[in-house]
């Protein structure tokens, strides 16, 4: 791969260069031949000599005395050009605009001299010559034009200086094409290394390397940070994945206890083999109905779960008394034979709290955190439920002196399927309680806080917007 790259940057580095140099000839071209200017109106890109000796020498060659007409006149004096007319002796015969310092004769080596080498004479200007014919005489024009406008240099080139300057073309040419395939090379390396770290995320493999220095400094942090975070995604899932493997595994095992209940009571009842009197089938019934209670629990959990999950739980907001709330809620857990006996303690010192609410899952929620606290402790745990009103809050706070939860409980407490250990009782619970709860308090917008100690018990604050 990292051959590939650094071949296909070279050739497109070299592609580019030629591209670019075609492009410049054809512009030359294109402006040399056009008449396009960038704010000159006679010294443009455009520019020619010829062309613009062409209009003067016609005026110059006209009629019997040498002349020209007040526009071209004008086009010299506005652009600092001037024109001498001389003689077959060199002496001058017409003069537009010329310079104080401009001769009005030559010698020939003079005249050469002041033509090639602008520099060196008295009045540096770029000269350009010409012939005119008038009558039977031939004259030479010369034209100056202002030295920071035009200027001209000349190059004599022998074969043997050819030779040189095409050998110093070509080593050019080879030196370019070094340089880049270095350059390529040092820009494909990092690449080549963005792109394996991509392919490794991409094969879902995590690993932090060393962040690249130079123009994938950003690129390659950025890669490694997501690697952490796709590395960290990918232990929750599988942790998740099996939670939710014994979940599924306990869930089974719970539903045949039921099922094998239901199943032996009603066959019992049904059969003729057995003589069963009237208390006999109140109590099958009874554990028939129980065991019935019991999966219709967990199918109401797994669709409120499955609610919760795809955000379709149907809140309805109310302003509700909290305080009537509570109470009913804690009477229905001390309603219920199987938490007849424990001990629940309710303090508030307001009996009028106003909250806007969905009653019936609030008081799932409350109740999922209580039930918590009585079937994860021993049976003489004292649960006590306060309610503490805020300028903007209201602290729900269930408390209990029981076992505490554990570090790897208390990591878990909020993940679906996860069960706890610490239970008092022969308790199947579906392992969503929690879960549920939490989702019921994020949909009030509220925040539930945990304080644990194993061994002093478990504090649950539960805080809603008054």
């Given at each position: 791969?990292?051959?590939?790259?650094?071949?296909?940057?070279?050739?497109?580095?070299?592609?580019?260069?030629?591209?670019?140099?075609?492009?410049?000839?054809?512009?030359?071209?294109?402006?040399?031949?056009?008449?396009?200017?960038?704010?000159?109106?006679?010294?443009?890109?455009?520019?020619?000599?010829?062309?613009?000796?062409?209009?003067?020498?016609?005026?110059?060659?006209?009629?019997?005395?040498?002349?020209?007409d007040d526009n071209n006149i004008?086009?010299?004096?506005?652009?600092?050009?001037?024109?001498?007319?001389?003689?077959?002796?060199?002496?001058?015969?017409?003069?537009?605009?010329?310079?104080?310092?401009?001769?009005?004769?030559?010698?020939?080596?003079?005249?050469?001299?002041?033509?090639?080498?602008?520099?060196?004479?008295?009045?540096?200007?770029?000269?350009?010559?010409?012939?005119?014919?008038?009558?039977?005489?031939?004259?030479?024009?010369?034209?100056?034009?202002?030295?920071?406008?035009?200027?001209?240099?000349?190059?004599?080139?022998?074969?043997?200086?050819?030779?040189?300057?095409?050998?110093?073309?070509?080593?050019?040419?080879?030196?370019?094409?070094?340089?880049?395939?270095?350059?390529?090379?040092?820009?494909?390396?990092?690449?080549?290394?963005?792109?394996?770290?991509?392919?490794?995320?991409?094969?879902?493999?995590y690993i932090n390397k060393k962040?690249?220095?130079?123009?994938?400094?950003?690129?390659?942090?950025?890669?490694?940070?997501?690697?952490?975070?796709?590395?960290?995604?990918?232990?929750?899932?599988?942790?998740?994945?099996?939670?939710?493997?014994?979940?599924?595994?306990?869930?089974?095992?719970?539903?045949?206890?039921?099922?094998?209940?239901?199943?032996?009571?009603?066959?019992?009842?049904?059969?003729?083999?057995?003589?069963?009197?009237?208390?006999?089938?109140?109590?099958?019934?009874?554990?028939?109905?129980?065991?019935?209670?019991?999966?219709?629990?967990?199918?109401?959990?797994?669709?409120?779960?499955?609610?919760?999950?795809?955000?379709?739980?149907?809140?309805?907001?109310?302003?509700?008394?909290?305080?009537?709330?509570?109470?009913?809620?804690?009477?229905?857990?001390?309603?219920?034979?199987?938490?007849?006996?424990?001990?629940?303690?309710?303090?508030?010192?307001?009996?009028?709290?106003?909250?806007?609410?969905?009653?019936?899952?609030?008081?799932?929620?409350?109740?999922?955190?209580?039930?918590?606290?009585?079937?994860?402790?021993?049976?003489?745990?004292?649960?006590?439920?306060?309610?503490?009103?805020?300028?903007?809050?209201?602290?729900?706070?269930?408390?209990?002196?029981?076992?505490?939860?554990?570090?790897?409980?208390?990591?878990?407490?909020?993940?679906?399927?996860?069960?706890?250990?610490?239970?008092?009782?022969?308790?199947?619970?579906?392992?969503?309680?929690?879960?549920?709860?939490?989702?019921?308090?994020?949909?009030?917008?509220?925040?539930?806080?945990?304080?644990?100690?194993?061994?002093?018990?478990?504090?649950?604050?539960?805080?809603?917007?008054?």
């Open positions: 791969m990292k051959v590939k790259l650094t071949i296909k940057l070279l050739i497109s580095m070299i592609i580019v260069y030629y591209i670019t140099m075609t492009v410049y000839v054809v512009l030359n071209l294109v402006i040399y031949n056009s008449n396009i200017t960038f704010g000159e109106k006679v010294f443009s890109v455009s520019f020619n000599i010829s062309k613009f000796m062409e209009p003067y020498i016609e005026d110059l060659e006209k009629g019997n005395d040498f002349s020209l004008n086009k010299l004096t506005q652009n600092n050009i001037w024109i001498q007319v001389l003689d077959k002796e060199n002496k001058e015969v017409y003069e537009v605009n010329k310079p104080e310092n401009i001769p009005n004769s030559y010698l020939t080596a003079e005249l050469i001299e002041f033509i090639q080498d602008p520099w060196g004479s008295s009045a540096p200007t770029t000269i350009s010559t010409n012939n005119i014919a008038k009558g039977n005489e031939n004259y030479t024009l010369l034209i100056g034009f202002p030295i920071d406008k035009i200027f001209r240099f000349k190059m004599t080139l022998t074969d043997e200086s050819f030779k040189y300057h095409i050998s110093i073309i070509i080593f050019s040419l080879i030196l370019m094409t070094i340089v880049a395939y270095i350059f390529s090379r040092n820009l494909v390396k990092p690449m080549v290394s963005v792109v394996e770290d991509i392919d490794d995320l991409k094969n879902g493999i962040n690249k220095q130079g123009i994938f400094k950003e690129v390659s942090k950025n890669i490694n940070n997501l690697s952490l975070i796709l590395k960290e995604n990918e232990l929750q899932r599988k942790e998740a994945d099996k939670a939710k493997e014994e979940w599924i595994a306990n869930i089974s095992h719970d539903l045949k206890t039921p099922l094998s209940s239901i199943k032996g009571y009603a066959e019992l009842l049904k059969g003729d083999q057995y003589e069963i009197n009237i208390e006999e089938a109140k109590r099958y019934g009874t554990a028939i109905l129980d065991n019935s209670n019991y999966i219709q629990e967990l199918v109401n959990d797994l669709s409120l779960v499955y609610k919760l999950k795809n955000k379709v739980l149907p809140i309805k907001f109310k302003e509700e008394n909290l305080i009537n709330l509570l109470q009913e809620s804690i009477i229905d857990l001390l309603n219920n034979s199987k938490y007849s006996n424990k001990e629940i303690n309710f303090n508030y010192y307001d009996d009028n709290i106003i909250l806007d609410c969905d009653k019936k899952y609030l008081k799932r929620a409350i109740n999922n955190f209580i039930i918590n606290s009585l079937e994860h402790n021993s049976k003489d745990t004292i649960v006590i439920v306060s309610v503490l009103k805020k300028e903007n809050n209201i602290n729900i706070i269930i408390e209990d002196n029981g076992y505490g939860i554990k570090e790897e409980d208390f990591k878990n407490i909020f993940t679906r399927y996860y069960r706890g250990v610490n239970t008092s009782s022969a308790y199947n619970g579906s392992g969503l309680g929690m879960a549920i709860a939490k989702e019921v308090i994020d949909c009030h917008d509220g925040v539930i806080n945990i304080e644990s100690e194993v061994g002093l018990g478990t504090k649950i604050i539960i805080v809603l917007k008054n």
